[in-house]
């Protein structure tokens, strides 16, 4: 509070102390004092039930009372019962702070003593008699009683909260002026009456001041009602408010869900299918970082397999201590969670701390039984999870664990696969012992050949299939014409010529190798259309092309039942003179280049030029 406030609260209670001892020394007869304290008792009731309407005003027929003790008992009865209001506003409807009831109490009596003089100075008597006499006085009194308490009041709120004067008076108390003077003009006529007609009067006239009071408490009452209701109606709304954003969001997170399990669907590629989901779950989370962990059953240990948003230097060193959160989340098959604020804060590696890292949370993931690696969430500022976030986090840790799972047993059947089909090519060369290490050696050069080209991924994959499975369909051949040392009869040679379409057989049934068939059938066509088994000629495809040439340079440089092997440099001497007829020009380039590294390009031109 400002020293001016001081000084206002200071001047009032000294003008009020004033103001009670000029009420006491003014007291009337002491048969009449009862009916005074009637009248202040009153005063105080009427100030306990009066209306507040705003920050420093109400309506209340305390005025209505205190007006009729000045009008019947001068002074003492316009201060005294101001003295009772005073004294029940300090307590009712609760303690007010004691400079409050000082200046509460110095504005009411000083106001009530101010009316009285003032109504004296205009030539009013009290008991009040006659009604023209006492209009002028009483008015008098009616207005310096408004002026003084409203200004009081209005310039300690001015000085409390740097309001202007003006605009507080306006906003508080000029709307009373019309009630008071009403007041004012019904309690004359009813102190007027009461000395006539007795107490009935008081009765009569105290009506039309009650109405408009009981309207004003009604309708405050309903007012308070209809507020509560807007509060009400607007909890509802912030509540649906945000029941809406949860949709949204439970919304974008079923999309997102929907997409991974797509991506789950269509790619049996784990760092694409990985790759989706970290890079989903940091879209919905406010996360630092999202990592994937592999479990190693066999050397108990975990392998970050996929990752977003974390650091190279986090990354060295992710989780080095067994007890870390994402090994517990496996070894205990339970979630860990590190809000940042509550729960688990030591379990964070100091790798995490020095990455920013301040709360986190490690799924195991499961399928079936078996725990197949760990998902592991970081936060940079402390994160409370919700149900709605815990239930998301549970569903991408089941949707990982399953696209895991299965990329894991496509893995061992596609191992199965090529196992056996190794079986059947060991098989083929056990057969011809000349043969033996001819299919690695094959895929060998292929893929030597290929990567010269500049083939893509997809394709060399598809070579080296192709290149050590080539001759599978051997298998169909029996083994006295395939150890024949003699020349073969053309009977032979058309059961030579149909293991590349018996491989064709032997691979449809697993779709893993289905790409491989076309290109192992035209592994012994020519561009000159003098292969087999369909004679086709140009448009040959490069994988069939390449398995020719490396099949060739290898079975020439290896012993067989009917020669011995030639030198490496005849056999290339014969890829460059079958380059154009026998094998593709391109093919014999990029196998020259391979075969001889230090080939000049002016031999390459003359292979060329064949
Ligand atoms: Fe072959």
Redesign the pocket.
């Known amino acids: 509070m400002n020293t001016k406030a001081k000084s206002l609260i200071g001047v009032v209670a000294v003008t009020g102390a004033g103001s009670i001892a000029l009420g006491i020394m003014s007291l009337p007869p002491t048969e009449s004092i009862w009916v005074l304290l009637v009248l202040i008792v009153l005063c105080g009731a009427a100030q306990a039930v009066s209306v507040p309407l705003f920050a420093s005003s109400s309506v209340s027929l305390a005025f209505a009372i205190s007006f009729v003790s000045l009008l019947l008992f001068g002074p003492a009865g316009a201060i005294l019962a101001n003295l009772g209001s005073a004294a029940v506003h300090a307590f009712y409807p609760r303690r007010r702070a004691w400079y409050k009831m000082v200046f509460n109490a110095g504005v009411f009596t000083t106001s009530a003593a101010a009316a009285a003089s003032a109504y004296a100075l205009a030539g009013g008597v009290w008991p009040v008699r006659d009604l023209l006499s006492a209009v002028v006085p009483a008015g008098l009194a009616a207005v310096i009683y408004f002026w003084l308490n409203t200004s009081l009041v209005a310039l300690a709120l001015t000085l409390t909260t740097g309001a202007s004067f003006r605009t507080v008076f306006n906003e508080n108390h000029r709307w009373l002026i019309p009630q008071y003077l009403t007041i004012a003009s019904i309690t004359l006529m009813a102190a007027v009456g009461y000395q006539s007609m007795g107490p009935i009067a008081l009765v009569a006239f105290s009506l039309p001041l009650i109405m408009p009071w009981t309207s004003a408490r009604m309708y405050v009452a309903q007012t308070r009602t209809i507020i509560a209701r807007n509060s009400e109606l607007v909890d509802v709304n912030d509540q649906l408010e945000r029941a809406n954003t949860n949709l949204q969001q439970r919304i974008e997170q079923m999309g997102t869900l929907y997409r991974v399990g797509l991506a789950l669907n269509q790619s049996l590629e784990l760092h694409e299918m990985l790759s989706c989901i970290v890079n989903s779950l940091k879209d919905l989370l406010p996360a630092h970082g999202v990592a994937v962990f592999l479990y190693d059953a066999q050397h108990e240990e975990l392998i970050l397999t996929e990752h977003v948003g974390l650091s190279v230097q986090y990354l060295a060193h992710p989780e080095p201590s067994l007890d870390g959160p994402a090994t517990r989340a496996i070894r205990e098959k339970r979630r860990f969670v590190m809000d940042g604020a509550s729960s688990n804060p030591d379990l964070l590696s100091q790798a995490a701390a020095n990455e920013g890292v301040v709360a986190a949370i490690c799924l195991p993931l499961i399928a079936g039984d078996e725990v197949v690696g760990a998902l592991d969430i970081t936060f940079s500022e402390p994160h409370i999870f919700n149900d709605n976030e815990f239930t998301l986090m549970e569903t991408f840790a089941e949707q990982t664990a399953a696209g895991i799972r299965s990329w894991q047993l496509n893995q061992q059947v596609h191992g199965s696969y090529l196992s056996t089909i190794a079986a059947l090519v060991a098989t083929v060369e056990a057969k011809d012992p000349y043969t033996r290490g001819h299919s690695e050696r094959v895929r060998d050069l292929a893929l030597s050949i290929g990567n010269q080209m500049g083939l893509s991924r997809d394709d060399v994959d598809t070579l080296e299939l192709a290149a050590l499975f ?2 599978i ?2 298998i169909g051949i029996p083994e006295s014409i395939l150890g024949k040392k003699d020349s073969l009869t053309e009977e032979e040679w058309q059961s030579i010529r149909r ?2 379409s018996i491989a064709g057989a032997i691979l449809k049934h697993i779709p893993r190798l289905s790409g491989t068939i076309p290109i192992i059938r035209s ?2 066509e020519r561009p000159d259309g003098a292969g087999y088994p369909d004679g086709i000629s140009g448009g040959l495809p490069t994988l069939s092309a390449i398995i020719a040439v490396a ?1 060739s340079y290898d079975a020439m440089t290896s012993d067989r039942p009917y020669r011995l092997a030639k030198s490496k440099d005849f056999a290339i001497s014969q890829l460059k003179g079958g380059a154009g007829s026998q094998f593709d020009v391109r093919v014999v380039e990029a196998a020259i280049q391979v075969l001889e590294p230090k080939a000049r390009t002016g031999a390459q031109l003359h292979v060329l030029e064949l």
Do not use: A, E, L, Y
């Open positions: 080539h001759d369909g051997k293991h590349p592994h012994h099949d």
